[in-house]
Every structure is written in C-alpha cells, then in structure tokens.
T-cell receptor, first 110, second 117 residues
C-alpha cells in the first residue's frame, strides 16, 4: 500500500460544478499537509496548506481529518483553468520526509 | 516568497554523455533539497535527498553512481546524469524547503526536461 494515495481520476466536470478530491495517508506520524497543482509538462505549484481547522482560499477549501487520516480539497464553481493534476503531500520527520500522492487529474469542460 | 531556480529547463544530449542539472534556492538557505523524476503521465517519484555537506540519500532502485548528487553549498545542489541513455529521458525536478520558516511548504524548481537521443 502506498503511503499517500489518491484516486487518479480523471474527474471530468462541467464548468461551474463543485468537485472534491480525497487523499489518504497511512503514516500517522505525518505532521503537515499540502495540496499542489501541476499543469501538463510543468513543475508542481503550491495550491494551499491544509490545517486541522480547515482553510479556505477563494473557491478552494482544504480539510484535514487526522482521525481518519485523510485530507480533502473542494473546488467550487469550477473554471476551465482549474484543469490540472492535483497532488497531495504528507510531511513528517520534521520536514525531512515528504511523500506525494500520485495525483488526481481534473478536466473541466465547457 | 521562497524561490527555487533550476537550470537548464531542457536539454537534449546524445547517449553516453553526462548532463548536469543545477538547483538553487534564491532567497533562503536549503540544507536539504529533493530531486524528483517524472515520466509522462506518471506521478512524481523521489530519487534522492540531497544534504549539504554530506552524502545524498538515494531511494530504493535509484543508482547512486549514475545519478551523482553534490550539495556543496547551502543554496546549490547539482544532479549529474552520467552516461545517459534514452531510458533516462524524463522530467527532472528539484525542490527545497525553507526550514527556517515554520510550516514552510516545498518549493519546486521549474524542472528540466531531458531527452537522450
């Protein structure tokens, strides 16, 4: 079993839809979590950090559930420009161990 | 914010030659940098963790003699693909964290697309 798992998708949604991704992690020692966005043939870019209290940035909301060991990303009012692969990352060992999920591909269609 | 610069962005080389990729942290000191490889339509795979002033830590299955890592300063790590072969063609990405900033995320270089002919 992979340490960080994501549904690879693709998730095909129409513009304006709300879509949610989950990411599960198996190592309970993981301390912090992030969501990254990766466009085709580009490097990953930080989308947002994930806090236990949940955090929101415009149309994006991230949640962490430590008890169930998963994090989520909710995208409201999807835009065509949201089409990308979304990667979750679990960090442990004082930041020295970062594990990426395999990514979830989102395709937003007109 | 923290920026990581990677060079070159792309390189085409002949089989058997060596290619050096540089990764620099521009506005913070990075005692640790990470090197990833990504094949088309696949996920990021950690190759090795580069440690300033000491040997790199390689992931299982990554040949340390083929992928030479040097982290000579707090702001520079290099990855040298030695005797490159077509199967080494991939997207190589470095990353670093600003360990001086609590909760700092990982910042990526813009990647190097290597094509070995």
């Amino acid at each position: 079993r992979k340490e960080v798992e994501q549904d690879p998708g693709p998730f095909n949604v129409p513009e304006g839809a709300t879509v949610a991704f989950n990411c599960t992690y198996s190592n309970s020692a993981s301390q912090s979590f992030f969501w990254y966005r990766q466009d085709c043939r580009k490097e990953p870019k930080l989308l947002m950090s994930v806090y236990s209290s949940g955090n929101e940035d415009g149309r994006f909301t991230a949640q962490l559930n430590r008890a169930s060991q998963y994090i989520s990303l909710l995208i409201r009012d999807s835009k065509l420009s949201d089409s990308a692969t979304y990667l979750c990352v679990a960090v442990r060992n004082a930041g020295n161990m970062l594990t990426f999920g395999g990514g979830t591909r989102l395709m937003v269609k007109p | 914010g923290a920026v990581v610069s990677q060079h070159p962005s792309w390189v085409i080389c002949k089989s058997g030659t060596s290619v050096k990729i540089e990764c620099r942290s521009l506005d913070f000191q990075a005692t640790t940098m990470f090197w990833y490889r990504q094949f088309p339509k696949q996920s990021l795979m950690l190759m090795a963790t580069s440690n300033e002033g000491s040997k790199a830590t390689y992931e299982q299955g990554v040949e340390k003699d083929k992928f030479l890592i040097n982290h000579a300063s707090l702001t520079l790590s290099t990855l040298t693909v030695t005797s490159a072969h077509p199967e080494d063609s991939s997207f190589y990405i470095c990353s670093a964290r600003d360990f001086g900033a609590s909760g700092s995320p990982l910042h990526f270089g813009n990647g190097t697309r290597l094509t070995v002919t």
